[in-house]
């Protein structure tokens, strides 16, 4: 009767409803915590309708809690229905651990993309085990209505030895009137010393069913305390209820800022490919540029040859001319004229000649059929030497790997 103290009957009572309710807690915001993560990984990085995300990262751990609600209130389910219970939860993590590490793959520590899963469906496969084996709030009030019940029949039976007692001292009172009307003194001496202890044995049972009787209400007193911790219990899943209701719109509002941040992101990129479009265009202008450029410092280099060529032809035909003239004096009339004749015919070759761009056009062209040809070979034909020949050529290997460049 005193071996159950005021600890146990809160461990019993209060204590395991408050464990259950903490349990279905945790269950519930791990739940939602990998459902969220999961409806995410489907949409964002599987590309799933929305409606099809929602089913894929919702269903399976809303059938596995309910599976286990089932299994917990069943309470003499048979192991084939436990396991059942733990491998329909097992997939379910591992569908949410997946998902998870996939989400949180470039922000989790490196190689430990699946730790927070697996911490989550850790806590939650815990919680799980103590739902579907741990004692329940009703278990211990009907352990404590187990325990008022023996405390009452220990009652009962000091009642009746109280009440037997009684019956007992009222014989041994008319034994000893009647041992005394008889005048047996020896006798009413030893009936007295019975009816003494009879009555120490009478006080001893009143005593006992005293403390029986504090013990009962004590025990009813506890009984109302856990009826009280049961109904703030209830108030208590309410409460996490409203605050799963709250963690979901508080999802919602995740999901919607994500999105615009993507759509953000897409706009920046397609801007940044335009400007690498852009960018690459005014490459290829600059090298056309470039390309022109040193076509005209060729063509100015070539114009200078040719200016100082022509100087010093001027100044070589002046030399011989006047050596000509000093040597042979002055010449008739009909040798003069063939001499004028020969003037007039070279004056018309040099207005028939070629100009630099439409002999360097000419040098490319040769160079065209044969790539082979030395430089001397290539400004024969003009005219030039070899060093004209050689600048040709590598003005013609130079727009040739240009062009290789723009057609790349």
Known sequence: MDGMPKGQHEAAGAGMRRARTCAWIVTVIMGGTTMSFQVYHAVKLGHMPWELAV???????????????????????????????YLIMGAAMFLSASATGAVVLHVAPGHFSLLPGALLDAAELFAAFFIMNGPTAAQAVAKIERIIGELTAEANAERSARLEAEANAGRTERGLR??????????R???????????????????????????????????????????????GKEGAQAG???????????????????ESLRAQLDAARQAAAMTRAAEAERNAALAELGTVRTERDDAVSAREEAERSAANAAAKAERLARKA??????????????????AARAEGALTPAQAREKAYAMLDKNPDLTGAEV?????????WGQKRKEEYEHRNGLRAVGDG
Do not use: C, M
């Open 244 to 262: 799963w209701r709250a963690a979901e719109t508080a999802r919602d509002e995740a999901l919607a800022r994500t999105e615009r941040q993507v």
């Open 379 to 387: 400004g024969e034909p003009f005219g030039f030497g070899d060093r």
């Open 329 to 346: 004096g002055a010449q008739d009339a009909p040798r003069a004229g063939r001499s004028a004749r020969t003037d007039g015919a070279n």
């Open 178 to 187: 009647e041992a005394n009307a008889a005048g047996l003194g020896a006798e």
């Open 189 to 235: 001496q030893a009936h007295e010393r019975a009816l003494a202890a009879v009555t120490g044995e009478l006080e001893e049972a009143r005593e006992s069913e005293r403390g029986e009787a504090n013990a009962r209400r004590a025990a009813e007193a506890e009984l109302g305390a856990v009826r009280v911790k049961l109904a703030a219990a209830a108030a």
């Open 55 to 85: 089913l894929y990262g919702v269903v399976p751990l809303l059938i596995a809690l309910l599976v286990l609600e089932i299994v917990a209130e069943w309470r003499e389910a048979p192991w084939a229905a436990k396991a059942a219970a």
